[in-house]
Protein backbone atom coordinates (compact mmCIF):
# COMPACT_ATOMS: atom_id res chain seq x y z
CA UNK A 1 0.00 0.00 0.00
CA UNK A 2 2.68 2.20 1.25
CA UNK A 3 4.69 1.66 -1.95
CA UNK A 4 1.35 2.53 -4.26
CA UNK A 5 1.08 5.43 -2.52
CA UNK A 6 4.66 6.17 -3.34
CA UNK A 7 4.44 5.01 -6.85
CA UNK A 8 1.18 7.73 -7.65
CA UNK A 9 2.61 10.95 -5.60
CA UNK A 10 6.03 10.60 -5.73
CA UNK A 11 7.03 9.40 -9.33
CA UNK A 12 4.88 12.41 -10.94
CA UNK A 13 7.24 14.57 -8.24
CA UNK A 14 10.50 12.82 -9.62
CA UNK A 15 9.30 13.78 -13.08
CA UNK A 16 8.53 16.50 -12.63
CA UNK A 17 12.00 17.52 -11.46
CA UNK A 18 13.23 15.94 -14.18
CA UNK A 19 11.09 18.49 -16.26
CA UNK A 20 11.95 21.57 -14.15
CA UNK A 21 16.07 20.92 -14.48
CA UNK A 22 15.67 20.19 -18.20
CA UNK A 23 14.17 23.60 -18.36
CA UNK A 24 16.95 25.15 -15.99
CA UNK A 25 19.49 23.27 -18.38
CA UNK A 26 17.84 24.52 -21.61
CA UNK A 27 17.80 28.42 -19.96
CA UNK A 28 21.95 27.44 -20.02
CA UNK A 29 22.68 23.84 -21.85
CA UNK A 30 25.95 22.63 -20.86
CA UNK A 31 26.61 24.93 -18.01
CA UNK A 32 29.11 23.57 -15.36
CA UNK A 33 26.61 24.27 -12.53
CA UNK A 34 24.09 22.16 -14.16
CA UNK A 35 24.41 18.88 -12.76
CA UNK A 36 24.84 20.26 -9.33
CA UNK A 37 21.39 22.18 -9.32
CA UNK A 38 19.69 19.67 -10.61
CA UNK A 39 21.52 16.65 -8.01
CA UNK A 40 20.33 19.25 -5.00
CA UNK A 41 17.14 18.94 -6.37
CA UNK A 42 16.46 15.05 -6.83
CA UNK A 43 18.07 15.02 -3.20
CA UNK A 44 15.10 16.88 -1.68
CA UNK A 45 12.63 14.11 -2.82
CA UNK A 46 14.59 11.91 0.17
CA UNK A 47 12.37 12.60 2.67
CA UNK A 48 8.92 11.48 0.47
CA UNK A 49 10.83 8.12 0.92
CA UNK A 50 11.41 7.72 4.02
CA UNK A 51 15.01 8.77 4.44
CA UNK A 52 16.56 11.44 6.85
CA UNK A 53 19.88 12.37 4.64
CA UNK A 54 23.04 13.63 5.98
CA UNK A 55 25.35 15.17 3.76
CA UNK A 56 28.62 16.10 5.18
CA UNK A 57 30.67 17.18 1.69
CA UNK A 58 32.16 20.74 1.56
CA UNK A 59 30.83 22.40 -1.56
CA UNK A 60 34.66 23.98 -2.03
CA UNK A 61 36.30 20.74 -2.67
CA UNK A 62 35.90 21.52 -6.79
CA UNK A 63 36.81 24.67 -6.33
CA UNK A 64 39.48 23.20 -8.87
CA UNK A 65 38.89 20.13 -11.06
CA UNK A 66 39.18 16.70 -9.48
CA UNK A 67 37.95 13.53 -9.61
CA UNK A 68 35.29 12.30 -7.15
CA UNK A 69 34.69 8.70 -6.96
CA UNK A 70 31.12 6.88 -5.40
CA UNK A 71 30.01 4.20 -4.43
CA UNK A 72 26.97 2.67 -6.66
CA UNK A 73 24.59 0.78 -4.79
CA UNK A 74 20.67 0.72 -6.18
CA UNK A 75 18.65 3.86 -7.61
CA UNK A 76 18.17 5.19 -4.01
CA UNK A 77 21.25 7.22 -5.36
CA UNK A 78 19.30 9.50 -7.57
CA UNK A 79 18.49 10.71 -4.01
CA UNK A 80 20.49 10.01 -1.31
CA UNK A 81 24.26 10.20 -2.53
CA UNK A 82 23.46 13.20 -5.37
CA UNK A 83 23.12 15.31 -2.28
CA UNK A 84 27.09 15.07 -2.30
CA UNK A 85 27.40 16.69 -6.10
CA UNK A 86 29.50 19.70 -5.44
CA UNK A 87 29.66 22.93 -7.67
CA UNK A 88 31.17 22.21 -11.13
CA UNK A 89 30.64 18.47 -11.16
CA UNK A 90 29.97 16.32 -14.05
CA UNK A 91 29.50 12.77 -14.31
CA UNK A 92 30.39 9.98 -16.84
CA UNK A 93 27.40 7.92 -17.85
CA UNK A 94 26.61 5.41 -20.62
CA UNK A 95 25.22 6.65 -23.93
CA UNK A 96 22.06 4.61 -23.68
CA UNK A 97 21.16 7.41 -20.73
CA UNK A 98 19.76 9.74 -22.94
CA UNK A 99 17.10 7.31 -24.41
CA UNK A 100 15.77 7.16 -20.76
CA UNK A 101 12.13 9.33 -20.75
CA UNK A 102 12.54 12.46 -18.91
CA UNK A 103 15.63 11.29 -16.87
CA UNK A 104 17.74 10.44 -19.96
CA UNK A 105 17.36 14.21 -21.81
CA UNK A 106 18.36 15.78 -18.28
CA UNK A 107 21.23 14.09 -17.38
CA UNK A 108 22.41 14.96 -21.23
CA UNK A 109 21.54 18.64 -21.37
CA UNK A 110 22.87 19.21 -17.50
CA UNK A 111 26.47 18.90 -19.15
CA UNK A 112 26.99 15.14 -18.20
CA UNK A 113 29.41 13.26 -19.95
CA UNK A 114 28.43 10.19 -22.33
CA UNK A 115 30.79 7.32 -23.83
CA UNK A 116 30.46 4.25 -25.26
CA UNK A 117 31.26 1.85 -22.66
CA UNK A 118 31.52 -0.91 -25.05
CA UNK A 119 34.12 0.37 -27.12
CA UNK A 120 37.22 -0.69 -25.28
CA UNK A 121 39.58 0.61 -28.49
CA UNK A 122 38.16 4.13 -27.80
CA UNK A 123 39.30 3.77 -23.77
CA UNK A 124 42.57 5.74 -24.23
CA UNK A 125 40.87 8.52 -25.92
CA UNK A 126 37.78 8.57 -24.04
CA UNK A 127 40.49 9.42 -20.88
CA UNK A 128 42.35 12.17 -22.61
CA UNK A 129 39.20 13.84 -23.82
CA UNK A 130 38.14 13.99 -20.11
CA UNK A 131 41.45 15.21 -18.59
CA UNK A 132 41.34 17.67 -21.88
CA UNK A 133 38.03 18.85 -20.37
CA UNK A 134 38.47 19.13 -16.89
CA UNK A 135 41.14 21.68 -17.53
CA UNK A 136 39.74 23.49 -19.93
CA UNK A 137 36.45 24.16 -18.24
CA UNK A 138 37.65 23.95 -14.67
CA UNK A 139 35.20 20.60 -14.47
CA UNK A 140 35.29 18.03 -11.61
CA UNK A 141 33.89 14.58 -12.79
CA UNK A 142 32.26 12.43 -11.26
CA UNK A 143 33.05 8.26 -11.25
CA UNK A 144 31.47 5.12 -9.87
CA UNK A 145 34.57 2.83 -10.17
CA UNK A 146 32.47 -0.12 -9.42
CA UNK A 147 31.00 0.17 -12.77
CA UNK A 148 27.55 -1.04 -11.81
CA UNK A 149 25.00 -0.86 -8.89
CA UNK A 150 26.02 -2.96 -5.91
CA UNK A 151 22.75 -4.49 -5.08
CA UNK A 152 24.02 -5.38 -1.11
CA UNK A 153 26.88 -6.74 -2.51
CA UNK A 154 28.87 -4.63 -0.16
CA UNK A 155 31.89 -2.23 -2.52
CA UNK A 156 32.97 -4.13 -5.53
CA UNK A 157 36.09 -4.21 -7.15
CA UNK A 158 37.32 -1.34 -8.95
CA UNK A 159 37.62 -0.81 -12.86
CA UNK A 160 40.82 1.48 -13.56
CA UNK A 161 38.77 4.16 -15.53
CA UNK A 162 38.72 6.85 -12.64
CA UNK A 163 42.21 6.24 -11.85
CA UNK A 164 44.10 6.52 -14.89
CA UNK A 165 41.39 9.82 -15.76
CA UNK A 166 43.17 11.40 -12.64
CA UNK A 167 46.80 10.63 -13.16
CA UNK A 168 46.22 11.63 -17.02
CA UNK A 169 44.85 15.16 -15.61
CA UNK A 170 47.01 15.34 -12.17
CA UNK A 171 44.36 15.92 -10.24
CA UNK A 172 43.24 14.73 -6.76
CA UNK A 173 40.70 11.94 -6.22
CA UNK A 174 38.06 12.57 -3.92
CA UNK A 175 36.14 9.78 -2.67
CA UNK A 176 32.64 10.46 -1.08
CA UNK A 177 30.77 7.36 0.15
CA UNK A 178 26.59 6.97 0.88
CA UNK A 179 26.40 4.48 4.14
CA UNK A 180 24.51 0.90 2.96
CA UNK A 181 20.93 1.61 1.93
CA UNK A 182 20.38 -1.96 0.79
CA UNK A 183 17.81 -2.68 3.81
CA UNK A 184 15.80 0.10 2.30
CA UNK A 185 12.59 -0.86 1.02
CA UNK A 186 9.97 1.97 -0.82
CA UNK A 187 7.46 -0.07 0.71
CA UNK A 188 8.38 1.14 3.81
CA UNK A 189 7.73 4.89 5.64
CA UNK A 190 10.64 5.04 7.92
CA UNK A 191 13.87 4.20 6.23
CA UNK A 192 15.74 5.82 8.59
CA UNK A 193 19.36 7.34 8.28
CA UNK A 194 21.70 7.76 5.34
CA UNK A 195 25.17 9.84 5.39
CA UNK A 196 26.51 10.42 2.73
CA UNK A 197 30.44 12.18 3.49
CA UNK A 198 33.68 13.09 1.93
CA UNK A 199 37.10 11.30 2.47
CA UNK A 200 40.49 12.95 2.39
CA UNK A 201 41.99 13.62 -1.09
CA UNK A 202 43.85 11.15 -2.73
CA UNK A 203 47.32 12.65 -5.07
CA UNK A 204 48.19 11.82 -7.91
CA UNK A 205 50.60 14.11 -8.99
CA UNK A 206 53.44 12.72 -10.16
CA UNK A 207 52.09 9.90 -10.26
CA UNK A 208 52.44 7.75 -13.96
CA UNK A 209 50.01 4.42 -15.42
CA UNK A 210 52.19 2.53 -13.35
CA UNK A 211 50.59 3.54 -9.61
CA UNK A 212 46.75 2.87 -11.35
CA UNK A 213 46.01 -0.51 -9.23
CA UNK A 214 48.21 1.27 -6.04
CA UNK A 215 45.72 3.80 -6.34
CA UNK A 216 42.50 2.14 -6.91
CA UNK A 217 43.87 -0.34 -4.20
CA UNK A 218 43.78 2.65 -1.53
CA UNK A 219 40.64 4.18 -2.32
CA UNK A 220 38.62 1.05 -2.14
CA UNK A 221 40.18 -0.08 1.26
CA UNK A 222 39.94 3.59 3.11
CA UNK A 223 35.98 3.78 1.37
CA UNK A 224 35.02 0.45 2.75
CA UNK A 225 36.42 1.43 6.14
CA UNK A 226 34.56 4.76 5.59
CA UNK A 227 30.66 2.91 4.57
CA UNK A 228 31.88 0.69 7.62
CA UNK A 229 31.88 3.38 9.88
CA UNK A 230 28.89 5.23 8.62
CA UNK A 231 26.68 1.98 8.51
CA UNK A 232 27.62 1.95 12.16
CA UNK A 233 26.62 5.62 13.22
CA UNK A 234 23.40 5.26 10.96
CA UNK A 235 22.65 1.57 13.30
CA UNK A 236 22.93 3.64 16.20
CA UNK A 237 20.86 7.09 15.04
CA UNK A 238 18.09 4.83 14.02
CA UNK A 239 17.65 3.37 17.32
CA UNK A 240 16.77 6.82 18.95
Given amino acids: ?13 FVLACIIGSLVSLARPFHRNNTF ?3 QLFAKLSPLIGITLIVRVDKSITDTPKVIIGNHQSNYDVVTISGGVTPGVVSVGKKSL ?4 FFGQ ?10 DRD ?16 AANNLSIWMFPEGTRSRGRGLLPFKMGAFHTAIQA ?7 VLSSTDNFSINRWNNGHAIVESLEPIETL ?3 KTKVR ?9 MAAKIADLDAEVAVMNKK
Avoid at 1 to 13: D, E, G, K
Avoid at 106 to 115: M, P, Q, V
Avoid at 170 to 176: E, L, R, S, W
Wanted: hydrophobic share 50%.
Fill in 1 to 13: MIALFRLIFVLPL
Fill in 37 to 39: SVS
Fill in 98 to 101: KWVP
Fill in 106 to 115: LYWLSGNILI
Fill in 119 to 134: NKTRAAGTINQLADKM
Fill in 170 to 176: QVQIIPI
Fill in 206 to 208: GCD
Fill in 214 to 222: ELAKLAHSR
